[in-house]
């Protein structure tokens, strides 16, 4: 989205409404439009794999270049790991980097993702990382599934169950698996078409299609039952479910997780993963300012199972997941650590990793639950700018909360000219939600790659 057009949807949505979604968790990201959900918990992290709807659509279509990676240890402030994958890794593709996901596997992380073929039709990829944020390399050279000229072989999800046995199943409108070999790059056997029953994907409110599964399907197991989510139709999407006593069925259709809702986009998506001991259940819908079908945003809420296993309905929330602990603000904390940021963009940093860019007078980043314990003393941030700088304010609890300290950002001759600048802090002890408010004259002000503070003695 353009930063004039957030900005005049932001101050638009201001005036109709008390500007409530500044103290939201959800949508997990601002910086980007993001769809398709693919969580993985990896060495006690949640690294949170989307696609990504570019700001400018063509054709006013699905216009999809590359996937994007965030990690968070506490649900709520979320590291924007930049893109770890584009459809140009891929010789064979020519486009819509649409729905996928990735799993750990013996060291390696290996990406499973949809494309447009350069001879037409659509097939599914798979892409190897080393580091769960990339680079992903594609080491076949052509799709490993899908190479017919079917549009449907889409939106794979992937399942390693405990003997070990790889899946991969995916499609729109058919539902078809293979299993993957132990290397995870191929398969044996022949490819499954999973009967698509009524009694296994549920009745159609409408008869263009046989059941309720659409596409997007999200396998996983807990205690001995195989969960099926899938993303179901009609148009709009609501997201609905099946068990199975084994990873390749037979599925019994158990309902509806989440209902179309006001600020639904007309698909949606789902992803599970179960971290620090409780089950989150991630999405999409249009909710972000300038959101529609095509600049789609992924959320999270946190859920129980009943009893019986079965999953209870799930709401669209803006508040979003609890906070697991609070963030500690006297290690260094990349900048592009967000809760919720306004204005801003992120893109990558000649020091490594993202910084936040795009930064104007007025923009902020909302960093949530962070524990100053007794108090800190002093603030340090990493800034750049190629203009004349600004200051970074440091608020507590809202954009205009207290001020707990100002830190003046000089020019530093280059916007990746880096420079560490210090300022005192007053006032700021126990848990706040923290406000790096940026000011200064019209125009870009500064880059900003991290940050830390430094505690009373
Ligand atoms: O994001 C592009 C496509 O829209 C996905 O592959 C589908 O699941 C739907 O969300």
Redesign the pocket.
């Known amino acids: 989205m353009s930063k004039t057009f957030i900005k005049m949807s932001i101050r638009l949505t201001a005036i109709m409404v008390v500007w409530t979604a500044c103290y939201a968790d959800n949508p997990i990201v601002q910086t980007h439009y993001t769809?398709?959900p693919a969580p993985l918990v990896y060495n006690d992290t949640v690294y949170l794999y989307t696609?990504h709807?570019e700001d400018e659509l063509v054709n006013n279509f699905?216009t999809?270049n590359d996937w994007r990676c965030y990690s968070s240890t506490d649900m709520v402030n979320w590291t924007d790991h930049g893109s770890p994958l584009s459809y140009k890794d891929f010789s064979w593709a020519s486009g819509?980097a649409?729905?996928g996901q990735c799993i750990y596997r013996n060291g390696k992380f290996y990406f499973y993702v949809?494309m447009k073929l350069k001879v037409g039709g659509k097939a599914i990829g798979v892409a190897v990382a080393t580091d769960p944020a990339g680079p992903f390399k594609d080491p076949l050279g052509h799709p490993l599934v899908g190479n017919d000229g079917s549009w449907g072989d889409?939106?794979p999800t992937v399942f390693i169950d405990d003997d070990g046995q790889a899946y991969l199943y995916w499609g729109?409108p058919y539902l078809r698996y293979v299993k993957l070999n132990e290397d995870m790059i191929s398969y044996s056997g022949d490819v499954v078409e999973v009967p698509l029953t009524t009694e296994s994907f549920g009745v159609r409110s409408k008869d263009d299609r046989a059941t309720q599964y659409?596409?997007?399907p999200w396998l996983y197991k807990r205690n001995d039952l195989y969960y099926m989510l899938f993303?179901a139709g009609p148009i709009p999407?609501h997201i609905a479910y099946s068990t199975a006593p084994s990873a390749v069925g037979p599925w019994t259709f158990r309902g509806v997780i989440m209902p179309t809702q006001p600020t639904s986009?007309f698909?949606?998506?789902p992803g599970v993963c179960e971290y620090k001991g409780n089950w989150y259940f991630f999405y999409?819908n249009a909710a972000l300012p300038g959101g529609g079908g095509f600049n789609?945003s992924v959320c999270v809420e946190q859920f129980e199972y009943n009893e019986d296993g079965t999953i209870p309905t799930i709401k669209m929330t803006k508040k979003g997941a609890p906070q697991i602990g609070h963030l500690n603000p006297y290690d260094t904390v990349q900048a592009e650590t967000i809760c919720w940021a306004s204005g801003v963009k992120t893109e990558r940093c000649s020091e490594g990793g993202m910084n936040v860019c795009n930064i104007e007078n007025g923009d902020y980043i909302k960093v949530k639950g962070v524990d100053f314990g007794k108090g800190a003393a002093s603030f340090e941030a990493r800034v750049a700018s190629g203009s004349e700088g600004g200051a970074i304010e440091i608020r507590l609890g809202s954009p205009k909360g207290t001020l707990a300290g100002t830190c003046a950002v000089p020019g530093t001759g280059g916007w990746q000219t880096w420079k560490t600048v210090t300022c005192t802090v007053d006032g700021a002890a126990g848990v706040h939600d923290v406000f790096f408010v940026f000011t200064g004259e019209s125009g870009l002000l500064m880059n900003f790659n991290w940050w830390k503070f430094h505690p009373v003695k």
Do not use: K, Q, S, V
Request: avoid cysteine; charge should be negative.
């Open positions: 769809a398709d696609t709807d699905f999809m819509d649409w729905a949809p889409i939106d729109n659409e596409e997007g993303a999407e986009a698909t949606n998506h999409h789609r």
